[in-house]
């Protein structure tokens, strides 16, 4: 037996178990693991320290880089609330979806059950192993993880105090020992991605390289997405102060995130539109890669109110535009052009997006649920930064991955996407051939049930 094949059948065995465990012992090592990992926080910030070394030494990008720093600002805090958030969950395995009659005593149901096997791929976020590690056993399914390779001695060192703390309560809480695993080779992915028998989803985190590479490479469905090219359509009939505070937030909140602004859409009918542009400048320390219309009006505007400088030119570039639009910067970048209508904008963006999110600006009821309903992406807001798309502020607790596809789950994907459901007959009995269509002339009651009564 193959090292892929020992590690997908004990996750499939680990899983076998798991999804019988109580939600009560569930949530319980959960708060253990959470506990286990404030404990041992300068274990885990100094192999951090190491990899973000590493990654300066070979000259990692900013924006890696600031996805690698574990313990900036409130980052590490706030994956231990997560890791809590996820546990004080309502239990999504055992949900009763629908319940018939077929007939007296006999009664079909569809119940809410573990998708199984979890083969999880991610980049240089260590905080993932945590979120994943919580909803993969919230959720009764096991997990095969697989950091990058930049944060590999932060994500050794989680995985040995998470997998500690599960072998330690095994009797307690009986959450078995392989419910949750770390590989770190890509050899190991691609030795996975052959066991079809035993793993049943794949969640690949990072680049379009990497999505499309694994879905090339494997017959096991594959959840997830690529790039977040999300853009924001500021109306003529926006708000100009909601336009400022919105596009700002989306662009500069969090530069690096997947749910960053990347391409703003800017109606020049709107009044003193060239103050969108300026604010994110002055405020946001924003590139503008902008068209050339765009580009002699803007500076045509400034001009004439007497604002036009020198930070303004050099922050105000040319867009290419058959590569701008259809590209995540994941910094202080955004490309920028003129759109006349709500239908031309929503031509736009199914054309460029990578169906991720994307926001209307604009005090125009119409126009704003023509967008809704046109835009065709897994996130649609409106008069909203694109900064909300994500599964903490859902309230999902944290989330495996943002789903951009359209079969099983969409969107940031919480406990509710990793659960699927199965049908459960309870009888007293009976048999199909004493039914119509099986030999018999007994006819089905098929009386659906109130869910609300118990």
Known sequence: MSTAEQIAKKARI???SLKTISNENRSAILYKIHDALKADASTIEQANKLDLQLAQENHLSDSLLKRLDLFKGDKFDTMLQGIKDVADLEDPVGKIKMARELDEGLTLYQVTAPV????????SRPEVIANITALCIKSGNSGILKGGKESVHTFREMAK??????????????????????IETR?????????????????????????????????????????GICSIYVDKDADLEKAKRITLDAKTNYPAGCN??????????LPSWCEVLENLTR???VTLHVMNDVKEAYFKQLESLGRLDDVIKSSTVDVNESKDFDKEFLSLDCAVKFITSTQAAINHINLH???HTDAIITENKDDAELFLKGVDS?????????????????????????STSKIHARGPVGLDGLVIYQYQIRGNGQVASDYLGAGGNKAFVHKDLDLTKK
């Open 116 to 123: 199984g096997v979890l083969l999880v791929i991610f980049e």
């Open 14 to 16: 680990a899983g076998n």
């Open 260 to 269: 960053a602004m990347e391409t703003l859409l800017i109606n020049p009918s």
């Open 187 to 227: 050899q190991d992915v691609n030795d996975l991605l052959s066991q079809d028998e035993y793993i049943d989803l794949v969640v690949p985190r990072g680049s379009n390289a990497l999505v499309r590479n694994i879905k090339d490479s494997t017959k096991i469905p594959v959840l997830g997405h690529a790039d």
């Open 353 to 355: 997006s990578s169906r």
């Open 283 to 285: 405020e946001g320390k």
């Open 378 to 402: 897994s996130g649609v807001y409106w008069n909203a930064s694109t900064r909300f798309a994500d599964g903490f502020r859902y309230g999902f607790g944290t989330e495996v991955g943002i």
């Open 161 to 182: 105090i998470i997998n500690e703390t599960i072998e330690k309560y095994h009797e307690e809480t009986g959450v078995p020992v392989g419910a949750v695993q770390l």
